[in-house]
Structures are given as structure tokens and as C-alpha cells.
T-cell receptor, first 118, second 117 residues
């Protein structure tokens, strides 16, 4: 059974720091990996998606890398801001549905609550 | 373009009552899914659908029914609510597009917060 782990569960940092958020998964047979952001009382917003054949994706101050063989992904946030405060979740899509061509079955980590202090 | 719309936003039920959580998307996505989010458990998949008329079970399907009669709608039914179903429920949707990164992104609704007393 695929398990996704995010450690630590919470992180508090001063504004301006460069951050690395970690995600590990037990089964390397994944189709893709997504990083999401969740604000309190809100739904999830997809930040970056990395296909299993890719090594990294970038969007603005965010960079996500994937090492499928070791079962790890990192989300790098450059020059953190108070507006980055949220819970960040990592989710993998199971490869056994890859013939369907989608990511409708996601296994999530429990998330990491980030607080960036001004 | 409203994205994924969930109704209601909040609901309180008594044990044994039934209700339907509504989910609609206007992006012509083939895939739709239901997740529940519980403290300390993260998000877990309840049911999913790969297209109209096709549904399948996820990790925690017991106590829930779904159907997909149209591409746009994917309602989740609680037949006899139990306190263990107190949770926040999220609906998600995405395209079916092999190998096209941008079309595999999942879009989530704002959630339905359900309390069963």
C-alpha cells in the first residue's frame, strides 16, 4: 500500500528564508506527483505537478523536484513571504491507473503547516 | 468559468439521516473524485469516476454511494449518516490526458463541512 509522508508536520520561519519541504513515498510506481496548497477553511490549490518521467518543475518562486527511484520529492520556496503561510500537501497518483491516462486516484501526505513570520 | 462547485458549504445531520452532497464542474473534465479530510488522517479517496456512467471505489467507500449520469455532476450520497462520517468533504476533477502535464492537474472545490450528531 502506497504511503506518503511529510516531515515535519509544522514549520515556523522568519520572512525571507529559502525553504525546503520534503515528501517521501513508499512505492516508486507512481504516475505523477502534485504539490498542493491549502489555506484555512478552503479547498486545495495545485501548485506544481511532476510527471514520473520528469525531474523537476518550476513556477515563480516555487521549484519541485522528483527522485522516483528513492521515493522523494522536495518543494523549494525561495524568499518566503507571510502570504506563503498555509498547509502544503504532497500527493502521488498511482501508476496502476496510468493506462487511464490521468491522476484521478491520489494518495496524500498529511501535510505540513507553514507559518512565515513578518 | 466557476470551476468545481460544492453545495452545501456546511451541514449538520442527526444519526440515521440521509443527504446528498452536490458537486458540479464546468470544465468538461472526464475525471471526478470525492475525498474526505480528517484531522491526523489527511485526505482519503472515497469514490471516483472516469466518465459518465462509470464509477469505482476508493480507499474508504463504506457508507457512501455515488453516480455519474452527466459529465458535469458527481453527487455523493450518505444513506444513513453516522458520527464517524463527520468530516470535511472535497470534490475534485481533472482531464483525462495521457502524458500532458497541464491536463492532469486536479481542481478542488471549496469543501462541505459535515457534522453528524
Amino acid at each position: 500500500k502506497q504511503e506518503v509522508t511529510q516531515i515535519p508536520a509544522a514549520l515556523s520561519v522568519p520572512e525571507g528564508e529559502n525553504l525546503v519541504l520534503n515528501c517521501s513515498f513508499t512505492d516508486s510506481a507512481i504516475y505523477n506527483l502534485q504539490w498542493f496548497r491549502q489555506d484555512p477553511g478552503k479547498g486545495l490549490t495545485s501548485l506544481l505537478l511532476i510527471q514520473s518521467s520528469q525531474r523537476e518543475q518550476t513556477s515563480g518562486r516555487l521549484n519541485a523536484s522528483l527522485d522516483k527511484s528513492s521515493g522523494r520529492s522536495t518543494l523549494y520556496i525561495a524568499a518566503s513571504q507571510p502570504g506563503d503561510s498555509a498547509t502544503y500537501l504532497c500527493a502521488v497518483s498511482l501508476d496502476k491507473v496510468s493506462t487511464q491516462g490521468g491522476s484521478e486516484k491520489l494518495v496524500f501526505g498529511k501535510g505540513m503547516k507553514l507559518t512565515v513570520n513578518p | 468559468n466557476a470551476g468545481v462547485t460544492q453545495t452545501p458549504k456546511f451541514q449538520v445531520l442527526k444519526t440515521g439521516q440521509s443527504m446528498t452532497l452536490q458537486c458540479a464542474q464546468d470544465m468538461n473534465h472526464e475525471y471526478m473524485s470525492w475525498y474526505r479530510q480528517d484531522p491526523g488522517m489527511g485526505l482519503r479517496l472515497i469514490h471516483y469516476s472516469v466518465g459518465a456512467g462509470i464509477t469505482d471505489q476508493g480507499e474508504v467507500p463504506n457508507g457512501y454511494n455515488v453516480s455519474r449520469s452527466t459529465t458535469e455532476d458527481f453527487p455523493l450520497r450518505l444513506l444513513s449518516a453516522a458520527p464517524s462520517q463527520t468530516s470535511v468533504y472535497f470534490c475534485a476533477s481533472s482531464y483525462r490526458a495521457p502524458g500532458i502535464v497541464a491536463k492532469n492537474i486536479q481542481y478542488f472545490g471549496a469543501g462541505t463541512r459535515l457534522s453528524v450528531l
